[in-house]
């Protein structure tokens, strides 16, 4: 009888040791991600193509603000992780230490900037 | 790419395995690499609605600058493309959740699997371009 996990044995192995928690963290942040972005992308695409007004009072919503703020953080961690193992997967040393840095930024000024533009409006 | 340096006489030519070029294009790798094209892809959309979000926070002149794109048949071309990409890429985390789990992972059920995750994005991103 085995008394380790299948988890507990895979933790720790493989070149960079972090794989298991990278796969765990894509699978927590792909769930919460199917579970909002459904509605986000109805609230969405009912505001584009509306008036600022409109557009203002449509993310002033307490519910709308929070699910865009939720979104950009969950989604934008998962896009720089997502990225990450593209890059690491399609090149090596110096450019995919560049690389890798660039997504990650792009990445975290999306979310800043997508925040800030909810400070903004919902405040 | 195999050279072997005689300074060096602890490498050995290892057998390389079969180039990607040379196989026949399968269903599963196809439906495997388009879910992470349509994942990084989706970067495009993000870029634009968050510059239409943060330009509607800012100023009336931002903002017809970035409704004008968001809202011209460029802004129409990316957003439609986004809406199949998060279909696609959602059925495809879906897929991958139920084979991390262990099931599906035969050959059949996978290409079967694959199928629906194509047809069933078109039908959600029409049943999205319909609703919205």
């Not at chain 1, 894509?26 to 695409?45: C, D, I, N, Q």
């Not at chain 1, 929070?66 to 040393?93: C, K, N, P, Q």
């Amino acid at each position: 009888m085995r008394y380790l996990t299948p988890r507990k044995r895979a933790i720790g192995k493989g070149s960079a040791h972090t794989g298991t928690h990278h796969h765990w963290s894509m699978t927590m942040s792909s769930v919460a991600l199917a579970f909002m972005v459904p509605t986000w992308m109805y609230l969405f695409g009912s505001a584009l193509g509306q008036s600022r007004a409109d557009v203002v009072a449509a993310f002033a919503q307490p519910f709308t603000a929070i699910l865009t703020a939720l979104i950009l953080v969950v989604g934008m961690r998962h896009f720089a992780m997502g990225a990450t193992i593209m890059i690491e997967d399609y090149s090596r040393g110096t450019a995919r230490k560049i690389l890798v840095m660039f997504v990650t930024s792009l990445a975290t000024v999306i979310a800043a900037t997508g925040i800030y533009a909810l400070i903004r409006i919902a405040l | 790419m195999a050279e072997v340096k005689s300074s060096s006489p602890r490498r050995v030519e290892r057998p390389l395995s079969p180039h990607l070029q040379i196989y026949r294009p399968q269903l599963t790798a196809i439906t495997s690499i388009l879910t992470r094209i349509t994942g990084n892809a989706l970067i495009v959309g993000v870029l634009l609605a968050v510059w239409w979000l943060a330009a509607a926070a800012i100023s009336e002149d931002a903002f017809a600058r970035a409704d004008a794109v968001a809202t011209s048949w460029f802004g129409d071309l990316v957003f439609l493309g986004s809406a199949w990409a998060i279909w696609y890429h959602y059925l495809a985390g879906l897929r991958h959740l139920y084979f991390d789990a262990g099931h599906g992972l035969d050959i059949p059920t996978a290409e079967k699997l694959g199928w629906g995750m194509i047809l069933g994005s078109v039908v959600l991103t029409v049943l999205t371009v319909i609703i919205v």
